[in-house]
């Protein structure tokens, strides 16, 4: 296996542990589960963040990829997605007093977001663009 894909792997396994802990999380703040509160659920999800961050950045480094280049215009896209997506997920999870109807919009839109971030990966092609 090279490092490539042994990059790329762990890159696709955090992308699947942060949908399963955002579905997750957002599943228990709805049913006020006790289960929110646990160490782990608070700290799992900053560490896993990490990594996709830090298997994303490599990817780009043994890729040679150039983001806001006009050949990775995909890799643009993703990287505005991925803040979007996060902006998303702040309203959706956040502590702050928030309407649960505010707070399913946002989710709504943060998983819409999370699958074209993903499809422009998978098909380097941006989103809407091309
Ligand atoms: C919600 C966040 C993210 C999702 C859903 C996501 C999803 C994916 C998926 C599914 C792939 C595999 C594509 C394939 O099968 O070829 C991939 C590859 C890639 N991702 Fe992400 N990713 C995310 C965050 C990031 C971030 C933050 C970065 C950069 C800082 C990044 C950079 C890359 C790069 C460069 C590749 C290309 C790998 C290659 O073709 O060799 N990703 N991403």
């Given at each position: 296996?090279?490092?490539?894909?042994?990059?790329?792997?762990?890159?696709?396994?955090?992308?699947?542990?942060?949908?399963g802990l955002f579905v997750t999380r957002f599943y228990w703040l709805c049913c006020h589960s006790p289960a929110l509160q646990q160490r782990w659920v608070k700290v799992l999800p900053h560490?896993?963040?990490?990594?996709?961050?830090?298997?994303?950045?490599?990817?780009?480094?043994?890729?040679?990829?150039?983001?806001?280049?006009?050949?990775?215009?995909?890799?643009?896209?993703?990287?505005?997605?991925?803040?979007?997506?996060?902006?998303?997920?702040?309203?959706a999870l956040g502590r702050r007093q928030r309407?649960l109807?505010?707070r399913?919009?946002?989710f709504?839109?943060?998983?819409?977001?999370?699958?074209?971030?993903?499809?422009?990966?998978?098909?380097?092609?941006?989103?809407?663009?091309?």
């Amino acid at each position: 296996m090279s490092y490539h894909s042994v990059v790329v792997t762990v890159h696709v396994l955090a992308v699947a542990v942060a949908l399963g802990l955002f579905v997750t999380r957002f599943y228990w703040l709805c049913c006020h589960s006790p289960a929110l509160q646990q160490r782990w659920v608070k700290v799992l999800p900053h560490i896993n963040d990490t990594l996709l961050l830090a298997s994303g950045i490599a990817l780009i480094v043994i890729n040679r990829f150039y983001p806001f280049s006009a050949q990775e215009s995909w890799l643009t896209a993703k990287l505005f997605g991925v803040i979007i997506y996060i902006l998303l997920g702040h309203i959706a999870l956040g502590r702050r007093q928030r309407s649960l109807s505010l707070r399913w919009v946002a989710f709504i839109l943060a998983l819409v977001c999370f699958f074209l971030i993903a499809q422009a990966a998978i098909t380097k092609l941006a989103f809407l663009m091309e």
